[in-house]
């Protein structure tokens, strides 16, 4: 599993550092655990994202949470000994060789634009058919980010509705004059909920996801630039090249280099 430290520290520090600054006030744990404002909050925003997005992308949101601690395995140099590979074959028996090798390839996206070279598609139309599939596959991916940064746009304000919501309780009651300041505070834990979730949770969240969805866009580009390659006919050498174009700059450049003159004719 490729579970990334980042995001797990970072929410940890990010709890932390409010609770040990409650702490620090002489506070406790229990002044911020309000069942009502939790609900108001979160089932408040639920809602509004509800109403603006269709139900089947909030799903997709949710289920995408868990790339945020899990991100999909995206190994850069894995794909190039593999394309690599398949240019070298290509070189030795046609683009045609490949044929056998597509029942291997789990990528769907990967497979589909193979496929397409194999039978024999010009190099202009398969770049225009599979860059009209990313453009596509990134205008549905984007849609994602959006429902936590709208979610992060709405939690604040419904936080305030909490608060407001409390008060107005409070106010109900002012011949209780010493419960009115316990009430004042439970009041505004709302508002502690609506804020810390939008810039603790949904902010951030949006933006690693945007990251994640840009890395596995870019992957399936270079997938796309090392396949054109092989159908032009281009050295292995220079796809190599081509492709490193695409890696990460912090991957490890010092790894051993890749023999890409072995079995070429």
Do not use: C, W
Not at 1 to 6: F, H, Q, R, V
Not at 137 to 154: H, R, T, W, Y
């Amino acid at each position: 599993m490729n579970l990334d430290i980042s995001s797990l520290i970072g929410i940890l520090i990010a709890a932390a550092g409010v609770i040990a600054g409650l702490l620090l006030e002489g506070g406790h744990f229990g002044q911020v655990l309000q069942p009502t404002a939790a609900l108001i909050v979160f089932g408040g925003t639920a809602g509004a994202v509800m109403l603006q997005f269709p139900l089947s992308t909030v799903l997709a949101a949710v289920r995408s949470l868990s790339r945020l601690f899990v991100p999909e395995p995206l190994d850069g140099e894995m794909v190039v000994k593999q394309i690599l590979a398949y240019a070298n074959k290509a070189r030795r028996s046609g683009i045609v060789s490949l044929d056998p090798d597509l029942g291997s390839i789990r990528d769907p996206f990967f497979r589909q634009t193979l496929m397409l070279a194999v039978d024999g598609t010009e190099p202009s139309e398969l770049r225009r058919i599979m860059e009209f599939a990313i453009d596509n596959q990134a205008e549905l991916d984007e849609k994602i980010p959006e429902v936590f940064e709208s979610a992060g746009g709405f939690s604040p304000t419904i936080g305030i509705i909490g608060a407001i919501l409390g008060l107005i309780q409070v106010m109900q009651h002012l011949d209780h004059i010493d419960e009115v300041g316990r009430g004042i505070a439970v009041a505004f834990v709302a508002t502690i909920y609506g804020v810390a979730a939008a810039n603790l949770l949904f902010l951030p969240a949006a933006g690693k996801l945007r990251l994640r969805l840009r890395d596995e866009q870019q992957m399936k580009e270079m997938k796309l630039e090392g396949v054109i390659s092989i159908l032009e006919g281009m050295h292995p050498r220079m796809v190599e090249i081509k492709l490193r174009s695409f890696l990460n700059a912090k991957q490890d450049l010092a790894k051993s280099p890749i023999d890409i003159t072995e079995g070429v004719a």
